[in-house]
């Protein structure tokens, strides 16, 4: 029997209207679909969102990931996640792989392809993009990404931060991915850089919980969850007006 085929469908920020016509198709006639889900999590936050397309009769499994930097760990979550696929692929069954935003964007669709690559060396993936989250914070903020011949740098909030500071002193837009608990440190950061007034922040875009904020030193009193799917984004040209 031929293997299945595993298409990774990004479904975009939250908005279920956002998710595009050919994620919306195969996902509605997906038999067998795996989504990713933090282990702390009720349920997962894709399946949240593509539930409305999602079949009666679809076979629906997540993928439960560990919040942790364990490398060791990681890779063992991802080999055991990529043999429950595997066995789905290998009876010839097509199968659906939910994440948030665009697939090759710091998502888990990336480990999971690599990990069934090597299960699976001739199997037939299909890509579907979605829309990034900044690309939709961007939107609802009605903040320019990039203008003229400005850089943009996107950059996930490291602990130590050392890739915002390069980020920022290049100039031209920083999208700051990932902040979660480190808000505090990247709000200090902004604000010792003299930035504050010159970034927007945006979290659970296009959700209902949707927050914007223009105001970046209104979120200096609240906690680090504050942080939680959230973006940054700053026109770092130090002296210009944004």
């Not at 795996?34 to 894709?46: G, I, N, Q």
């Not at 969102?49 to 679809?58: C, D, H, K, N, S």
């Not at 010839?92 to 480990?111: A, K, R, V």
């Not at 100039?171 to 007034?197: F, H, N, Q, Y």
């Amino acid at each position: 029997m031929n293997t299945g085929a595993l298409y990774g469908i990004g479904i975009g920020p939250g908005d279920p209207e956002l998710i595009t016509l050919k994620g919306a198709r195969l996902i509605s006639a997906c038999r067998y679909l795996f989504v990713p889900k933090a282990r702390t999590a009720s349920e997962s936050v894709a399946l949240a969102i593509a539930r409305p397309l999602v079949g009666r009769e679809t076979r629906i499994e997540e993928l439960v990931f560990p919040m942790t930097a364990d490398r060791s760990e990681l890779a063992k979550r991802w080999d055991e996640a990529a043999a429950r696929v595997a066995a789905v692929l290998e009876s010839g069954e097509d199968t659906c792989f939910l994440t948030l935003g665009d697939p090759l964007l710091y998502s888990t669709y990336i480990y999971l392809l690599r990990a069934l690559r090597k299960r699976l060396p001739d199997l037939k993936a299909v890509t579907v993009p979605g829309i990034t989250a900044f690309g939709a914070a961007a939107a609802l903020a009605e903040f320019p990404v990039g203008e003229g011949r400005t850089p943009v740098t996107i950059v996930p909030a490291a602990d130590d931060l050392t890739a915002v500071r390069r980020a920022l002193a290049q100039g031209g837009t920083a999208v700051l991915m990932k902040i979660g608990k480190r808000l505090p440190e990247v709000l200090d950061l902004l604000d010792a850089e003299g930035l504050l007034e010159k970034s927007v922040f945006v979290s659970h875009a296009t959700m209902a919980e949707q927050r914007i904020e223009t105001d970046l030193r209104r979120l200096k009193a609240e906690g680090p969850e504050a942080g939680y799917l959230s973006i940054i984004m700053v026109h770092a040209e130090k002296g210009e007006e944004s």
